[in-house]
């Protein structure tokens, strides 16, 4: 009895100094009095747990603050510097990095780009990322808390990677290879996934609770945050709407059914069209994204009607996913965000055209605020949250 009771303490009062942690974290500048207050714990529990907070070098203290009558109190504040986090977007045709600190701050980023690689290639250009990211990493208590990668493909609850299509991945570990490698906590996830969760974190979404994030690269996800929470259905699967059939008789896809949403809409979409069309201007050269953009920008009425046609896909399904889910907010992102310049209207008359009247009460359809780091961001705050979280129950599981 007394173990359970021993136990039992501990638990609550690490639930308690989780409580405490989360309110410094949201409302630094906070003095003790304040969190015992908001919290609803005594102020000398509080005062027992921020030193506990201050000991793991999570929190910190400030100067005094505003006084409300006696003496001046010293603020705290959460150590934003106390470690670091790896997040890592895997794309179909690039891989960017970013060292964040543990308010999703960045402190580097590292990009590159390739084509057509294996996943042996793909994997060593992970390793040269992560590498010179960790080295980069300044000095702190915690050094690197663990890294995080967003794959576009269908990433189950236990971080295996059941099937890339468009990377040509099937039942592939990598978290298993991290770890082995690098002796951290990994995470893997969905890459539309991550890019609604940072989205929401850290960009267009903060102040909505139903969100839709479109991942429009070479290939089409879909993350959904649903009441305020990620939702991935009861296996991680959810989210897979890249994949819908909006054209019955259309072409095979990489995934095996025909017609697919992404086959239209995505940057592989658009370059493939681009390609048909056999622009002089790119005789030759193996087309990129970056070539269309440049060609939009000096006013090509060709290539400014093949974003426009993407656009008016990208509201097709954009559509059915709105009179599905009912959100506040849909941020579409990835590489295609870049071409929002063209894509928007064709993108809203489809929508307006087409959804549902009452569902386009009160919706917002915009574009990402994180450009192309949604995804990096997301996965990164993920690694975040996990550290603190296990942080608090290794403390548990060690004072028992």
Same mark, same amino acid.
Request: glycine share 8%; proline share 4%.
């Given at each position: 009895m007394r173990e359970n009771r021993t136990w039992n303490h501990h638990v609550v009062k690490e639930g308690?100094?989780?409580?405490?942690?989360?309110?410094?974290?949201? %409302?630094?500048?906070?003095?003790?009095?304040?969190?015992?207050? $908001?919290?609803?714990?005594?102020?000398?529990?509080?005062?027992?747990?921020?030193? !506990?907070?201050?000991? !793991? %070098?999570?929190?910190? $203290?400030?100067?005094?603050?505003?006084?409300?009558?006696?003496?001046?109190?010293?603020?705290?504040? &959460?150590?934003?510097?106390?470690g670091y986090s790896v997040g890592i977007d895997i794309g179909v045709n690039y891989l960017l990095g970013?060292?964040? !600190?543990?308010?999703?701050?960045?402190?580097?980023?590292? $990009?590159?780009?390739?084509?057509?690689?294996?996943?042996?290639?793909?994997?060593?250009?992970? &390793? %040269?990322?992560? !590498? +010179?990211?960790?080295?980069?990493?300044?000095?702190?208590?915690?050094?690197?808390?663990?890294?995080?990668?967003?794959?576009?493909?269908i990433v189950d609850n236990h971080g295996e990677i059941l099937l890339a299509p468009n990377l040509k991945w099937k039942n592939l570990n990598l978290?298993?290879?991290?770890?082995?490698? +690098? %002796?951290?906590?990994?995470?893997?996830?969905?890459?539309?996934?991550?890019?609604? +969760?940072g989205e929401k974190k850290f960009g267009a979404g903060k102040d909505s609770k139903h969100i839709i994030y479109v991942s429009a690269g070479i290939g089409i996800g879909v993350g959904l945050i649903l009441n305020g929470s990620l939702y991935k259905g009861s296996n991680g699967f959810s989210g897979e709407l890249g994949h819908m059939t909006i054209q019955v008789n259309g072409p095979t896809c990489r995934c095996g059914n025909k017609g697919c949403w992404e086959l239209y809409a995505s940057e592989q979409a658009l370059l493939t069209a681009a390609e048909k069309m056999n622009l002089p201007s790119l005789a030759g050269k193996e087309l990129e994204l970056s070539d269309l953009l440049a060609l939009a920008e000096q006013g090509d009425p060709k290539v400014i009607s093949l974003f426009e046609q993407a656009g008016d896909y990208l509201g097709v399904g954009i559509n059915n996913i709105i009179n599905s889910f009912n959100p506040q907010q849909v941020i579409i992102g990835n590489r295609m965000a870049s071409s +929002?310049?063209?894509?928007?209207?064709?993108?809203?008359?489809?929508?307006?055209?087409?959804?549902?009247? &009452?569902?386009?009460?009160?919706?917002?359809?915009?574009?990402?605020?994180?450009?192309? /780091?949604?995804?990096?961001?997301?996965?990164?705050? &993920?690694?975040? $949250?996990? /550290?603190?979280?296990?942080s608090m129950q290794q403390k548990v599981s060690l004072n028992v």
């Open positions: 308690n100094k989780s409580l405490v942690l989360k309110k410094i974290i949201n %409302h630094s500048p906070i003095s003790r009095a304040a969190v015992a207050q $908001e919290v609803g714990l005594n102020k000398g529990t509080v005062s027992s747990l921020v030193n !506990d907070l201050l000991e !793991d %070098h999570l929190i910190y $203290e400030s100067g005094p603050g505003k006084s409300s009558g006696g003496r001046r109190p010293v603020m705290l504040l &959460f150590n934003e510097k106390a970013v060292l964040t !600190d543990l308010n999703g701050n960045i402190c580097n980023e590292k $990009e590159v780009t390739f084509k057509n690689l294996s996943y042996e290639e793909i994997e060593l250009q992970l &390793f %040269h990322t992560i !590498d +010179y990211l960790i080295a980069s990493a300044p000095e702190s208590p915690h050094g690197i808390i663990g890294i995080g990668v967003g794959v576009p493909g978290k298993l290879v991290l770890e082995n490698k +690098y %002796h951290l906590p990994v995470i893997i996830e969905n890459e539309a996934n991550a890019g609604a +969760y +929002y310049k063209w894509l928007n209207k064709t993108l809203t008359d489809r929508v307006s055209n087409q959804a549902l009247w &009452f569902q386009q009460n009160d919706l917002t359809i915009c574009f990402s605020e994180l450009s192309t /780091f949604s995804s990096a961001l997301g996965v990164s705050a &993920f690694s975040i $949250e996990n /550290f603190l979280s296990v």
